[in-house]
C-alpha cells in the first residue's frame, strides 16, 4: 500500500484477478486472514485451487479457518460477494468514482470497463451504498451550515400539455417535480445531505436535532425555512435577497458560502454526469457526493482506500437497489 493509487500504479495493482485479489487481501486483513464465521484472525491457511470434479472450475484464494473449519475467500460478506464481474473491474470503478469530483455516469463505466451498462450502473449504485455514512457516532459542533437545494427534474411545460377541459394548474408546477435536498455542514469539517420529500420547518428541526449539537452555532440565509425553526440553538442568517452573502459578528464570520460550494458541485454533478437522478435513488448519489465531499482534504488513492475498507458488512441485491426508499 506504500504506492499511491492513480491510474499508473493501478494498472500494475489491478492488471489481473490474482493481483486485484491480493491487494484487497492486504487492505481488508493487514493482520492476516480474517474468518467471517468464527472471527479468527490469522489462523487460517490457503488452499491449493484444484479443479472440481464436477465443473473444472478453479476456485482462487479459498482459505480454510484453522479453527472452525470454514472455507472462505476474501469477499465473503462484502458487496463483492457472488459478483461475477472480476474484482480487479470492481477497484477499478471504486478508483474512478472516487477520483472524479462530479462521479461518472454509468455510461462511460460501462466504456471504459468494458461491462454492459447495467453491470456498470449496479456497480455505481453498489459503491453509493458502501460510501453511504454510518450515523454520526457524535453530534456536529462548531459552527453549522444548513441549507435547502432543489435539484434534477426540469418543468416539463408544452402547449399541449394541458388537455381540453383542463385547468393549467391541475397540471404540477415546475419546482414541485424538482426533489428538494437539505445539507447540515459542519465548517471545516463534515457534511450529511438527506433527500427531504417536503421541507417544512418540523422536518428540519427533527434533522438538525438529530444532527446538530445544542451548543453549536446555526447559520442559514434568510429564505431557509429553518431561519424561523431553530429555537433551541444560537441561530444567524445571512439575506441573500439583499445581496448579503458574508457578514463578521465578534470576530464570527456569518455566511452560507461552504454550504454553497457543496451544492454547486453536487448540482454540476448531477446536471452536468448524471444528467437525471431518479427520485428513489437521490440518496444514494448524495451518499456518493457527502463522501467525497468528507475525504476531499487526502488525495484520490487514499480516498479509494477509504471506500474500499468500507466494502465489509454490506451487501446490496439488486431488487434493494431497485427497491423505493423514502
Ligand atoms: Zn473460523
Known sequence: MENELNLVTLAQHFSDEDKAREFLEKLRWPDGPVCPKCGEVNNAYRLEPKPSKKDKH?????????????????????????????????LLAYHLLCASKKGMSAHQLHRMLKVTYRSAWFMAHRIRYTMSQEPLSSKLQGIIEVDETYVGGKMRTHP?????GERP????????????????????????????????????????????????????????????????????????????YVRYEDGVCITTNTIEGYFSILKRGINGVYHHVGKQHLHRYLSEFDFRYNARKVNDGERTLQALKATGGKRLMLRDSLRKVQ
Request: proline share 4%.
Open 160 to 164: 399541449y400539455a394541458t388537455k381540453l
Open 169 to 244: 394548474k391541475d397540471r404540477p408546477s415546475g419546482v414541485s417535480n424538482k426533489a428538494a435536498v437539505v445539507s447540515v455542514l459542519q465548517r471545516g469539517g463534515r457534511v450529511q445531505s438527506i433527500h427531504m420529500p417536503k421541507v417544512t420547518a418540523e422536518n428540519l428541526r427533527t434533522v438538525v436535532k438529530q444532527m446538530v449539537h445544542e451548543d453549536a452555532h446555526v447559520m442559514t440565509d434568510s429564505s431557509c425555512v429553518l431561519a424561523g425553526a431553530l429555537p433551541t440553538h444560537k441561530h444567524d442568517s445571512v439575506n441573500h435577497a439583499a445581496k448579503e
Open 58 to 90: 478453479v476456485r482462487k484464494g479459498v482459505w480454510k479457518c484453522g479453527g472452525c473449519r470454514e472455507q472462505f475467500t476474501v469477499t465473503v460478506g462484502t458487496i463483492f460477494e457472488d459478483s461475477h464481474i472480476p474484482l480487479s473491474k470492481w
